[in-house]
């Protein structure tokens, strides 16, 4: 079982950066596939972005590719999301979450462990 905290969460301005990061508890940690999902008001929670075990690979949804960066340290339990370039549109709940899978994968039933999320949000 693994634990998950973020932080990081805040407001910033169109155009600008933020980096949220996810602590795990846990010596397993580098067992997980870790991802990040948002969720905006009113709307289903999404994928963002995941990473293999070790961290040689990663997976984007189309629309952050090329603005958001993610990555993990292993040695420290963390896995970080850089969001570059942020657009009004960013704007949600951010959560991360431990897949114990193979697969590299969207789909938030693969991902058994979740965070409480933290608040990111873009003004135009």
């Known amino acids: 079982q693994v634990q998950l905290v973020e932080s990081g969460g805040g407001l910033v301005q169109a155009g600008g950066s933020l980096r949220v990061s996810c602590a795990a508890s846990?010596?397993?940690?580098?067992?997980?596939?870790m991802g990040w999902f948002r969720q905006a008001p009113g709307k289903e929670r999404e994928f963002v972005a995941a990473i293999s075990r070790s961290g040689s690979r990663t997976y984007y949804r189309d629309s952050v590719k090329g603005r958001f960066t993610i990555s993990r340290d292993n040695a420290k339990n963390t896995v970080d999301l850089q969001m570059n370039s942020l657009k009004p549109e960013d704007t949600a709940v951010y959560y991360c979450?431990?897949?114990?899978?193979?697969?590299?994968?969207?789909?938030?039933?693969?991902?058994?462990?979740w965070g409480q999320g933290t608040q990111v949000t873009v003004s135009s």
């Open positions: 846990g010596r397993t940690f580098s067992s997980y596939i």
């Open positions: 979450a431990a897949n114990p899978n193979f697969i590299l994968t969207s789909s938030r039933n693969s991902y058994d462990y």
